[in-house]
């Protein structure tokens, strides 16, 4: 069956350290992921999207790379800030016409002054 | 402010009452569409439209409907409810029915005693 993992435990890091969350898939073949943050009782908020052919995606302190071999996502926020303390999601979308995502349920992450 | 709004903010309702959830899109977009999420199950797609068209299905309960009207605003409708569906309802708006960015609303946290 198809299933998107991100780890289900919160990561603690200290301000300014790199915080690096995984996604894992399996049983599908997407033609691209996207992350998007969430905090507590709101809509999520799209940050980045990486197509299947591309290896590695930036944008300020944000960095995503997409490895369709291992079928994993790493993303990852340098400097990181108490701001940043968000859950974070990633989500698959496959090679259709219409845009359909299928999110996993998310890792939060906090980050301590 | 992702541009997306949902009404109402809140709702508390009994079990086997019918609820109806609003969603107005961005400006220029023409795909809504409607996710659920509960504490377990993370973000799930229900369904969505484009240009007033159902374009895709996710896991919606024969219970549930939803409509884009011509304006492009859209309603989910939700019937006989249960316990189990409380959760936060997310509508979420892009410009395609591609590849695209979602932008999602604020929520509505359905609430069934």
């Known amino acids: 069956s198809q299933k998107i993992e991100q780890n289900s435990e919160a990561l603690n890091i200290q301000e300014g350290k790199t915080a690096t969350l995984t996604c894992n898939y399996t049983n599908y073949s997407p033609a691209y992921l996207q992350w998007y943050r969430q905090d507590p009782g709101r809509g999520p908020v799209f940050l980045l999207l990486i197509r299947e052919n591309e290896k590695e995606k930036r944008k300020e302190r944000l960095k995503v790379t997409f490895d369709t071999t291992l079928k994993q996502s790493l993303f990852h926020i340098t400097a990181s800030q108490p701001a940043d303390s968000a859950t974070y999601l990633c989500a698959l979308g496959e090679d259709s016409g219409y845009s359909t995502l299928t999110f996993g349920k998310g890792t939060m992450l906090l980050v301590s002054p | 402010d992702s541009g997306v709004t949902q009404t109402p903010k809140h709702l508390i309702t009994a079990t086997g009452q019918r609820v109806t959830l609003r969603c107005s899109p961005r400006s220029g977009d023409l795909s809504v569409y409607w996710y659920q999420q509960s504490l377990d199950q993370g973000l799930q797609f229900l369904i969505q439209y484009y240009n007033g068209e159902e374009r895709a299905k996710g896991n919606i309960l024969e219970r549930f409907s939803a409509q884009q009207f011509p304006d492009l605003h859209s309603e989910l409708n939700l019937s006989s409810l249960e316990l189990g569906d409380s959760a936060l309802y997310f509508c979420?708006?892009?410009?395609?029915?591609?590849?695209?960015?979602?932008?999602f609303g604020p929520g509505t946290r359905l609430l069934v005693l």
């Open positions: 979420a708006s892009s410009v395609g029915q591609g590849r695209e960015t979602q932008y």
